[in-house]
């Protein structure tokens, strides 16, 4: 079973950079697509980033030049950073896992599921953006 443990989060100034990681355990193969996904007070989920097995990533298009994300599988860790951030992406920052690896999509989650929807998510860490 996959485990994920988000950290980083905090407090920032409107326009500075922050990176949160996530420290991925209980995996045999790296046949996954992993991700952030946010979530404001109030607000919908949205899918910041993906990336899938094969290092191919995606972004949600108010991130797109702004926003990293990567992966070290030989630290078993995934990483989002975030410059230029801006108050209203105040958020629960998720990481998130689809096995198996089946591509990127634009929109939800951004890894494509099938419908059945990320199955492994860790308890997220918050990011606060202030003005």
């Known amino acids: 079973v996959l485990q994920l443990v988000e950290s980083g989060g905090g407090s920032v100034q409107a326009g500075g950079s922050l990176s949160v990681s996530c420290a991925v355990s209980?995996?045999?193969?790296?046949?996954?697509?992993m991700g952030w996904v946010r979530q404001a007070p109030g607000k919908e989920r949205e899918g910041v980033a993906a990336?899938?097995?094969?290092?191919?990533?995606t972004y949600a298009d108010s991130v797109k030049g702004r926003f990293t994300i990567s992966q070290d599988n030989a630290k078993n860790t995934l990483y989002l950073q975030m410059n230029s951030l801006k108050p209203e992406e105040t958020a629960m920052y998720y990481c998130?896992?689809?096995?198996?690896?089946?591509?990127?999509?634009?929109?939800?989650?951004?890894?494509?599921?099938?419908?059945?929807?990320?199955?492994?998510w860790g308890k997220g860490t918050l990011v606060i953006v202030s003005s």
């Open positions: 990336i899938d097995s094969d290092g191919a990533t």
């Open positions: 998130a896992g689809a096995r198996p690896s089946a591509g990127l999509v634009e929109g939800g989650d951004l890894c494509y599921t099938g419908g059945y929807g990320m199955g492994y």
């Open positions: 209980g995996r045999t193969d790296n046949n996954y697509c």
